[in-house]
Nanobody
Framework: QVQLVESGGGLVQAGGSLRLSCAAS????????MGWFRQAPGKDREFVAA???????YYVDSVKGRFTISGDNAKSAVYLLMNSLRPEDTAVYYC????????????????WGQGTQVTVSS
């Protein structure tokens, strides 16, 4: 069992930055791929970024060059640094863990945090 707790969300102006954190506990942190998803009101949960056990990183096209995912095995944490934020980045951001073949599909991820709200004002 893995427990995930996100933090770091908040209200920021367009062009600003936030760093989201996801603290993992339970089974060995480095046994899973780790990812971030987001869900805006009225929309499906959307893949944002992932870092796999092999240390490969993946991003949705809309955040490439702006967001960076990283992990710290010693702290059992994964981070999402978000720069140049836009109003369309407004959503609840979720941390996820699992062993996945395809990172984009939400159903492939086994464990989820409760989410943290990110609001970007124009």
């Amino acid at each position: 069992q893995v427990q995930l707790v996100e933090s770091g969300g908040g209200l920021v102006q367009a062009g600003g930055s936030l760093r989201l954190s996801c603290a993992a506990s339970g089974r060995t942190f480095d046994s899973y791929d780790m990812g971030w998803f987001r869900q805006a009101p009225g929309k499906d949960r959307e893949f944002v970024a992932a870092v796999t056990l092999s240390k490969n990183t993946y991003y949705v096209d809309s955040v490439k060059g702006r967001f960076t995912i990283s992990g710290d095995n010693a702290k059992s944490a994964v981070y999402l640094l978000m720069n140049s934020l836009r109003p369309e980045d407004t959503a609840v951001y979720y941390c996820a863990a699992g062993r996945v073949v395809s990172v984009e599909g939400a159903l492939a991820w086994r464990y989820w945090g409760q989410g943290t709200q990110v609001t970007v004002s124009s």
